[in-house]
Antibody, heavy 119, light 110 residues
Framework: EVQLVESGGGLVQPGGSLRLSCAAS????????MNWVRQAPGKGLEWVSY????????YYADSVKGRFTMSRDNAQNSLYLQMNSLRDEDTAVYYC????????????WGQGTMVTVSS | QSVLTQPPSASGTPGQRVTISCSGS????????VNWYQQLPGTAPKLLIH???QRPSGVPDRFSGSKSGTSASLAISGLQSEDEADYYC???????????FGGGTKLTVL
C-alpha cells in the first residue's frame, strides 16, 4: 500500500523558517516524481512545487519561488520542503503527493501537515 | 484567483445527474490532460478522473469526465449522499511550468 506521511509542520513567526518532510513507503520512491500542494484554511488547492525522479528538474509556483526549496533523498525514500522567509499567506495544510505518469499527476496524497505563520 | 474556473457550488437530489464545469486556456486544458479530485470533509484530495476520462481503480463508473477545447466537465450520475464533497479540476500549465487547479466546487446532495 502506498503511504505518504508528512511531518515538520507547526507554528512559526513571519520571516521564520520550517522544513517539511514526507516519508514514502509501499512503492519504488526513486521511480516517481513528487509534488507539494497546499491548502489554506477554508480555501482551495494550490500547487507549490514539483521534483523529477533524479532531482534534475524542479519547478516552483511563483508565490514561493526564491523562498522555498524542494529536495529528495531517494536512498531514504524521503521528500523535503525547506521554507524560508515565511509569510502569513503561507499558512496552510501542506500535502506531499506522488506524481503519476507525465507530467506527474499528484496521486495519491499524504494526510498533510499544518503550517501556521503568525506572530 | 484560480487559473482554472469552476462554479463555487452545485447541487442535486439523490439519483440525479450533475455536471461541474472547468474552464481554462490554451496553455493548460487546451494542451494537456484534465484531472479531477474529490475532497471529502477533513480528508486529503483523492484522484477521481485522470487523463480527461480515466477512472483509477475503485472509482465508480458513475463518475465521468470530458474535455472540449479549453474546457472540461465532470459528470456524476445516480447522485448519492456520499458524493457530497468538494471537487477540483487540475491541469499542467505549459506557460507556468506547474499544476494549476480550479477554485473548487462544493457539491451538496439535497
Amino acid at each position: 500500500e502506498v503511504q505518504l506521511v508528512e511531518s515538520g509542520g507547526g507554528l512559526v513567526q513571519p520571516g521564520g523558517s520550517l522544513r517539511l518532510s514526507c516519508a514514502a513507503s509501499g512503492f519504488t520512491f526513486s521511480s516517481y516524481s513528487m509534488n507539494w500542494v497546499r491548502q489554506a484554511p477554508g480555501k482551495g488547492l494550490e500547487w507549490v512545487s514539483y521534483i523529477s525522479t533524479t532531482s534534475t528538474t524542479i519547478y516552483y509556483a511563483d508565490s514561493v519561488k526564491g523562498r522555498f526549496t524542494m529536495s529528495r533523498d531517494n536512498a531514504q525514500n524521503s521528500l523535503y520542503l525547506q521554507m524560508n522567509s515565511l509569510r502569513d499567506e503561507d499558512t496552510a495544510v501542506y500535502y506531499c503527493a506522488r506524481g503519476l505518469g507525465y507530467p506527474g499527476v499528484p496521486d495519491p496524497w499524504g494526510q498533510g501537515t499544518m503550517v501556521t505563520v503568525s506572530s | 484567483q484560480s487559473v482554472l474556473t469552476q462554479p463555487p457550488s452545485a447541487s442535486g437530489t439523490p439519483g440525479q445527474r450533475v455536471t461541474i464545469s472547468c474552464s481554462g486556456s490554451s496553455s493548460n486544458i487546451g494542451s494537456n490532460t484534465v484531472n479531477w479530485y474529490q475532497q471529502l470533509p477533513g480528508t486529503a484530495p483523492k484522484l477521481l478522473i485522470h487523463n480527461h476520462n480515466q477512472r483509477p481503480s475503485g472509482v465508480p463508473d458513475r463518475f465521468s469526465g470530458s474535455k472540449s477545447g479549453t474546457s472540461a466537465s465532470l459528470a456524476i450520475s445516480g447522485l448519492q449522499s456520499e458524493d457530497e464533497a468538494d471537487y477540483y479540476c487540475a491541469a499542467w500549465d505549459d506557460s507556468l511550468n506547474g499544476w494549476v487547479f480550479g477554485g473548487g466546487t462544493k457539491l451538496t446532495v439535497l
